[in-house]
């Protein structure tokens, strides 16, 4: 579906999508969340997270910000929240096309088609969550490509993406990655140009890729625990934007995945547990 496509869904806050659903929160809507709460990101990612990658659940597989009044950080919701019941998939071309996922189980929504996706995602504030997403996810592109330049003389790596790849298949959360903890990893950033990292959400988020820029530019190939940084952002960084990790990381040693695969793989939605 495109942005133009007759849709429109009323919802009866019944609370069922907030369920048996993996949230994925990349470092902007961590910031946004944390900021809500009063926490820094690295309280924020070590008390609401699995692994920084998605919002923690309750036993009963309720997402923790579940109040009896709805939402408890409505305002601050993540990007897959304000799309629901849709789903977005992005291209490596950038080319972005949207999905109707089905209704949850006895959810009492109602499907329309009142207005078009467009409304639906001006309606739902969306549009600076896709902003952040697509700039997180061109980021993402250049370290895994980093990560593929890498892969031929580096074996640890590749051995370290293959673990990885096979928690993701078992259903089991990547490894946090310290590089993704905003006020930790932007901070000290800052600090050492002397700086001070912005509290707005934006801001701060646009400091922290520029520091990940930094930190991939300054790379030297030798470093000392340069496998395991890279593999654990790689993995953490593309789940929590909704790439199909293991997917990419699939015989990454001895054949990288061709357009096609990475087309399949860069996608942005709500996953269901
Ligand atoms: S963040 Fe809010 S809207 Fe999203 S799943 Fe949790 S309770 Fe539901």
Redesign the pocket.
């Known amino acids: 579906m495109s942005r133009q496509i007759p849709f429109s869904y009323h919802c009866s806050r019944c ?1 069922r ?2 369920a048996d ?1 993996r ?1 994925q929160v990349n470092p902007y809507e961590v910031c946004r969340l944390a900021r809500r709460l009063g926490l820094t990101t690295t309280h924020f990612l070590a008390r609401h997270t699995v692994s920084g990658v998605h ?1 923690a659940t309750r036993p009963d597989r309720v ?1 923790g ?2 109040s009896s009044a709805g ?4 305002p601050d ?2 990007l897959v ?1 304000r799309l629901y019941p849709l789903a977005r998939h992005v291209t490596t071309s950038g080319r972005e096309r949207f999905a109707c996922l089905l209704p949850r189980p006895g959810s009492p929504g109602e499907f329309g088609t009142a207005g078009s996706v467009e409304d639906y995602l001006a309606a739902n504030g969306a549009e600076p969550f896709l902003a952040e997403a697509d700039a997180w996810l061109a980021l993402f592109g250049r370290v895994h490509s980093l990560f593929q330049a890498l892969l031929a003389d580096h074996s640890l790596l590749a051995a370290l993406a293959s673990d990885i790849r096979l928690e993701l298949l078992q259903d089991r959360p990547p490894p946090a990655s310290p590089l993704l903890d905003t006020d930790r990893f932007a901070g000290e950033h800052c600090a050492a140009l002397g700086r001070v990292l912005p509290a707005d959400p934006a801001e701060k988020s646009l400091v922290h890729r520029q520091a990940l820029e930094h930190w991939l530019h300054g790379l030297h190939p030798q470093r000392e625990g340069l496998d395991e940084s890279l593999a654990r952002l790689v993995g953490a960084l593309g789940v929590c934007l909704g790439v199909n990790v293991a997917a990419l990381l699939q015989d990454a040693a001895e054949t990288p995945p061709g357009a096609s695969e990475r087309d399949e793989a860069l996608r942005l939605g709500a996953e269901f547990l």
């Not at 939402?71 to 409505?74: G, I, L, T, Y």
Request: hydrophobic residues 45%; contains cysteine.
């Open positions: 609370g999508c907030c659903m949230i919002l997402c910000f579940l939402c408890a950080v409505h919701r993540p929240c």
